[in-house]
């Protein structure tokens, strides 16, 4: 079958597009098994060129919409054109149907969603699509025919992740990415212990209660063999960056991969790291493997909201002896903040200012914060009124996604230029360009 794969996702400075998304690629590596034509282009708004020049060079027989939740309307309008002219049917997957599936559903063209991880689901799904006779009730795939709206359960959790093929990469222009970046991306496991508010991953674990283990990894030998595959393949490659934020959340676990990747590998890396489980022990192993940047997300200078808003477990005690850790170790941090968070106000916001001065932190990445459907931070926004009426239009505009009386988004902004002003690694070169610099 020939699939036409639309991205939806959005523009963030300096990633370069269509973005490698591990579990995308899983799922590509699975249809090409299947000898399946694939295709695909990343869309951060509707673009009707775009679009009929890939009809046009893939002819597909179906597409899937990979679509995230501040994609929604660029989604819904290029579906829109696809039913009115293509005719094509179209499976829509991806952190948007997942979190709603009846509103996936609902969208023009969409015959049916893949909720969750959608290697078994949906690869089970299309495999039925070419025999009718067999009936297309897959658990995990929500569709619409002749009986009604069908809801079937979500399979069980693929946990032996090393069983899974290494995700297609070529689909991305991969090759176009190492060249600009220098750098590979790996992804080392799936689910994280932590349940932070502002993330959507205590709702996914939710929805896979008594299916099996939801935070897995895959060993650190099947890891290596990637990587060590992937810098023979792309000529270029300088260093690796580790995608996963639970990377070194399991002590026994980076304890057997660092050796492994430093015999094997050794090349710098960047990765994920929770300050609330962070030590100068763990920094000095990571900085012993090639570590030389981390990204850390401290989100807020104020303690109520990142432990009551956000539910981070995060101390102000924590904060300091994670990134002196970091600085004893000789690791580069890339401090995530949020502005405009639920319960945000002017004081919060100088709490952040004052918590980024004293760290002086290599690079700061400020984000005004948007509500993610799924996560609790959103569903205390929308109690309250707070979730912003343009949404999705604040989001692409790098503007604030709630609206309190206490912290209106002009406010929020002020901040933002404020921060970007006294921070100056916060803008300028997009990330990946001063990784490449740095990896040298």
């Known amino acids: 079958m020939r699939i036409l794969i639309l991205q939806f996702v959005p523009d963030v400075r300096g990633r370069p597009l269509p973005r490698f998304e591990p579990q995308l690629g899983t799922l590509g590596a699975l249809l090409r098994l299947r000898d399946h034509e694939l295709g695909l282009i990343a869309l951060t708004r509707y673009d009707q060129a775009a679009l009929k020049a890939a009809l046009a060079r893939y002819l597909p027989q179906l597409i899937y919409a990979d679509v995230s939740a501040v994609c929604i309307d660029a989604a819904r309008r290029t579906l829109q054109y696809v039913a009115e002219h293509e005719f094509v049917p179209v499976v829509a997957g991806g952190q948007f149907p997942t979190v709603d599936p009846s509103a996936a559903l609902s969208l023009p063209a969409v015959q049916a969603v893949a909720i969750g991880e959608p290697d078994a689901s949906l690869v089970t799904y299309l495999e039925r699509m070419k ?11 929500w ?8 809801r079937p359960d979500l399979p069980a959790l693929v946990e032996d992740l ?23 991306e790996i992804a080392v496991g799936r689910g994280c212990p932590q349940s932070c508010a502002y993330c959507i991953n205590d709702w996914v674990e939710s929805l896979y209660e008594e299916k099996g283990s ?27 960056r580790f995608l996963d934020h639970a ?3 399991d002590r026994t676990w980076i304890e057997a991969f660092l050796p492994a990747y430093r015999a094997e590998i050794d090349l710098p890396f960047r990765c994920h790291l929770r300050a609330n489980a962070l030590d100068a022990d763990l920094a000095r192993h990571l900085a012993q493997a090639g570590c030389r940047w981390a990204d850390v997300e401290l989100v ?63 690079s700061v990445d400020v984000r005004t914060y948007f509500p993610w459907p799924g996560t609790r931070a959103a569903e205390t926004a929308r109690d309250h009124g707070w979730i912003h009426p343009r949404g999705e239009e604040q989001y ?17 902004a002020a901040y933002v230029r404020r921060l970007q002003h006294e921070f100056p690694a ?15």
């Open 131 to 141: 025999d009718p006779a067999v009936g297309q009730v897959v658990s995990g795939v």
């Open 143 to 150: 569709l619409r025919d002749e009986q009604g709206l069908a």
């Open 162 to 184: 090393d069983s899974l093929p290494f995700p297609e990469r070529d689909l991305f222009n991969y090759a176009d990415v190492v060249r600009q970046t220098g750098q590979i």
């Open 214 to 240: 939801w935070t897995r990894r895959r060993s650190p030998g099947n890891i290596v063999d990637e990587i060590d595959l992937l810098r023979n393949r792309y000529v270029g490659t300088r260093s690796v």
């Open 247 to 249: 990377f070194a959340l």
């Open 300 to 362: 807020s200078g104020s303690d109520f909201v990142r432990n009551e808003i956000f539910d981070m477990e995060l101390s102000g005690e924590q904060i300091d002896a994670s990134m002196s850790a970091l600085h004893a170790a000789g690791i580069s941090a890339r401090v995530v903040v949020y502005l405009g968070s639920p319960y945000e106000s002017e004081a919060s916001l100088d709490e952040t200012v004052a918590l980024l001065a004293r760290l002086k932190p290599a």
């Open 396 to 412: 692409h505009r790098g503007q604030c996604g709630i609206n309190m009386p206490a912290c209106r988004p002009d406010v929020v």
């Open 426 to 440: 916060a803008v300028g070169e997009p990330w990946w360009r001063r990784w490449t610099h740095f990896g040298r």
